[in-house]
């Protein structure tokens, strides 16, 4: 297998065309399509410029299966690389269904009206992927993504039991803009401004959005505050994770993020229903993406560091232990190497890492999985050579 289609030329498609293009020897054919041709343009221009490598560019519709199987037919590529928006993800997996190439995305479905995310529907396609021998890779980024990696290699290599799991996620980046978001600000923001969410006992207890904060002290940044958001790859670590009793997920956000964020939804501007405005129908939070900086272009700005790692404690030959493996990335070197900043970064070299143990033919089985149902070993060592180095601490 040497033939990629990559779909979405935002922040993170840009990683991933830049990190694909490094590894030319396993892609020899990247195809890179989106909505917007332009984008496609430049990222095809800078990796001739980098790398010179050619790729070719197409324009797609990723919500019309119809546009994507027409895509996928003229392309005929071995797998696709869904790096649009989780609303995509329905779709592009039916044609890759329809069309019988494998499948990878970084996010999990999200139903444009409602802010929840849930597997139900992409765990659905298993049966059908198996009986047409393809793979689906869900939640190939750094989290979901690289966080399943990390306990699925903590399970295999540290413990007997895992009894908890913390998930941390620190971005300490600045880019100087009063207000931005790092990544889709309409997918952050109605992630960010949801009820949290963590898993005990067996069962699932909602907060209040940042009800519970702690202070975690980040290696190479500092303590930080740390506030209890949902996030999706605990619903599928709770069920490949053996003998786990708890699982939570913390990310850091500063007074002022926080500030800003509570003002734009206490005004309306977060709401994801439809508003008159002046005669025209507007969705006020795609009109709040619209005066947003876009993400893509925060790279040169940015500075300062992301550290995103797991803390479990279990058991291991009768003895009590916690392990933390964490990942520290710099948003400047990210973007000398990328021209993107550390949480695209972050997000689209894990998306390279899997797509190639998928070509090589070391992560492909029929169905549909998340990232801990693979042997972890191989992507542990592909983050080492692929510029996301990675520790573990005993605590
Ligand atoms: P961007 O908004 O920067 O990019 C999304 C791209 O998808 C844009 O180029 C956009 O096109 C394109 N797109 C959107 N809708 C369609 C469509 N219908 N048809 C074709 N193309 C479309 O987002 P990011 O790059 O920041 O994020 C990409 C994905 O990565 C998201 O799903 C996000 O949730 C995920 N992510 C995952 C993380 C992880 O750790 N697992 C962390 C961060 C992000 P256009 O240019 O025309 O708008």
């Known amino acids: 297998m ?214 975690w002290d980040y290696p190479d940044i500092g303590k930080r505050d740390s506030y209890l958001l949902y996030h999706e790859e605990m619903e599928s670590l709770i069920k490949h994770i053996k003998g786990l009793k708890r699982i939570r997920f913390f990310m850091t956000f500063s007074q002022s993020y926080l500030t800003h964020m509570r003002c734009l939804e206490n005004v309306g501007m977060l709401d994801i229903k439809e508003v008159e405005h002046n005669g025209c129908k507007i969705v006020p939070i795609q009109f709040l993406k619209t005066l947003l900086p876009d993400p893509s272009t925060l790279g040169e700005r940015t500075k300062g560091k992301t550290n995103i790692g797991i803390v479990a404690t279990g058991i291991k030959e009768n003895k009590e232990r916690s392990i933390y493996i964490y990942n520290v990335s710099d948003h400047q070197k990210c973007y000398e190497e990328t021209l993107s900043q550390a949480v695209s970064y972050t997000t689209g070299v894990p998306a390279m890492i899997g797509a190639k143990l998928m070509m090589e033919g070391k992560w492909i089985k029929s169905g549909v999985y998340n990232m801990e149902q693979f042997n972890p070993d191989p992507f542990m060592e592909e983050l080492n050579r692929q510029g996301l180095p990675w520790f573990v601490k005993e605590l």
């Open 2 to 215: 040497s033939n990629i289609l990559i779909i979405g030329a935002g922040g993170v498609g840009r990683v991933v065309v830049h990190k694909c293009a490094q590894n030319s020897d396993v892609f020899k054919n990247i195809t890179l399509a989106s909505r917007t041709l332009q984008k496609c343009e430049l990222y095809k221009k800078e990796v001739k410029e980098r790398y010179n490598v050619d790729i070719k560019i197409e324009s797609v519709d990723a919500d019309s299966v119809e546009e994507l199987i027409d895509l996928i037919q003229k392309v005929k590529p071995d797998m696709v690389l869904n790096i649009a928006l989780p609303y995509q993800d329905l779709t592009i997996m039916q044609a890759c269904l329809e069309c019988g190439v494998h499948y990878l995305d970084t996010a999990n479905y999200e139903h444009p009206d409602t802010a929840k995310f849930e597997y139900k529907e992409q765990w659905a396609f298993d049966k059908m992927y198996r009986e047409k021998k393809i793979t689906a890779l869900l939640g190939s980024g750094f989290d979901p993504g690289v966080t399943n990696v990390f306990c699925a290699y903590a399970q295999k290599h540290y413990f007997d039991e895992i009894r908890t799991i913390d998930i941390l996620d620190c971005n300490d980046g600045d880019h100087g803009y009063p207000f931005a978001t790092n990544f889709n600000p309409e997918i952050n923001l109605r992630e960010v401004s949801s009820n949290g969410r963590y898993w005990e006992e067996g069962k699932w207890i909602e907060t209040k959005p940042m009800e519970i904060k702690i202070v």
